[in-house]
């Protein structure tokens, strides 16, 4: 979506009634966190398929937080 599409959605937004924007907020939010969990659920069978695969190797919580932090 192109950032006139999203000034064309927030004006229609602004169009509804208080009571209309509050379920939009409530229908957005559903669906922003149904759309986490399929993320999450690929994530977690992307990492299941890569232990099965032994592409993994252990590491200890302080070796992870280096290697997220460098």
């Not at 959605?9 to 509050?22: G, I, M, R, S």
């Not at 994530?43 to 997220?68: G, S």
């Amino acid at each position: 979506m192109n950032a006139d599409q999203f000034g064309q959605v927030l004006e229609a937004a602004d169009q509804l009634t208080l009571e209309e924007q509050e379920m939009l907020m409530d229908i957005l939010r559903r669906r922003i966190i149904e759309r986490r969990r399929k993320e999450i659920a690929q994530d977690i069978l992307e990492a299941r398929h890569a232990f099965e695969q032994n592409n993994v190797c252990p590491a200890t919580p302080d070796e992870l937080m280096r290697e997220i932090l460098s």
